[in-house]
């Protein structure tokens, strides 16, 4: 099987949702840009208040992945055939960045809500959708600005995977949620991070960055892998019950459209995609 560029046992790999660059390695790992990467076993080095500042590169990440292999060929026609019928259904989108899921999933029939921390990134979905969308600035990580029970689907695609600590964001995602509802959620898939730093500790909860040009600009974004079992593990304990676990193919006309990243690869590593329901 032919790998569309290769792939050195330290290339970074992207996983932020951004489609620069990609290519796909032997070991079937979504490879985006060639900056540099980094991990390390605890919080430390890597300055919060300049990573993941969605503020200042919200824009070019929002032109950058309007198109791109990674976010419209692959995430979110995920999120979408994974949610299916949604017509009048009351949804959540968490972290919904310039709106690109609001938008589609608001044009299948939902009525949608929608929130970020970054008021750039709410400011863009605004435009996109309009002053009458429901859209405010809130963190997932705070205690979130709906009563129980208002929501038939929360949808959390590549957010999770910022936060060290999913207890208390999965409870207030829970909480939202009527008894029955959704939770649909895509975020890095943890064996990337392995086959990307093989020395590293698959078993830990471990901080890693990476640089990207989002259209020309440079930004950096820090990322907590954790193993498989610490993920199902926090959704039980916040009580749901793991429905679908989800590793998609790229949507219809992505080979067409990206022949040179996919080559023959009829799928590739990423994100791991879930559904999971409110108990
Ligand atoms: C990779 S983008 C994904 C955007 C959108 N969900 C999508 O799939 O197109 C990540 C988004 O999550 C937002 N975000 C990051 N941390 C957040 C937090 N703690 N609470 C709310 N939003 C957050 C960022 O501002 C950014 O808009």
Not at 97 to 114: D, K
Not at 137 to 142: K, N, R
Not at 227 to 239: I, Q
Request: hydrophobic share 40%.
């Amino acid at each position: 099987m032919a790998a569309a560029k290769s792939c050195d046992a330290h290339a970074s790999v992207g996983l932020s949702g951004v489609g620069v660059e990609l290519a796909v390695c032997q070991a079937g790992c979504a490879r985006i840009g060639c900056m540099p990467s980094t991990f390390e076993s605890s919080a430390g080095s890597v300055d919060e208040a300049v990573v993941n500042d969605y503020d200042t590169f919200g824009e070019a990440y929002a032109a950058e992945t309007e198109t791109s292999l990674i976010n419209a060929y692959y995430t979110r026609p995920a999120i979408l055939d994974l949610a299916g019928e949604v017509t009048d259904r009351q949804i959540l989108d968490a972290g919904c960045g310039s709106g690109p899921l609001f938008e589609a999933l608001r044009g299948r029939g939902a009525i949608v809500t929608g929130f970020d921390s970054s008021t750039k990134m709410v400011e863009l979905a605004r435009q996109r959708l309009g002053d009458t969308a429901a859209l405010q600035v809130a963190d997932i990580g705070s205690p979130l600005p709906f009563p129980d029970g208002t929501f038939d689907d929360v949808i959390a695609s590549l957010v999770l995977h910022y936060l060290e600590d999913w207890t208390a964001p999965l409870a207030e995602l829970r909480r939202v949620l009527r008894p029955g509802g959704r939770l649909i959620m895509a975020v890095n898939h943890p064996t990337v991070f392995k086959l990307l730093y093989p020395e590293a500790d698959y078993f830990a909860t471990v901080k890693w960055s990476e640089e990207y040009t989002f259209s020309g600009q440079k930004g950096t974004l820090t990322y907590w892998h954790r193993p498989l079992h610490a993920m199902t593990d926090a959704f039980t304990a916040a009580g749901f019950r793991t429905a679908v676990i989800s590793e998609p193919h790229p949507a219809p006309g992505a080979r067409e459209r990206f022949p040179d990243d996919l080559g023959e690869r009829q799928a590739f590593l990423c994100f791991l995609f879930f559904v999971l329901e409110a108990v």
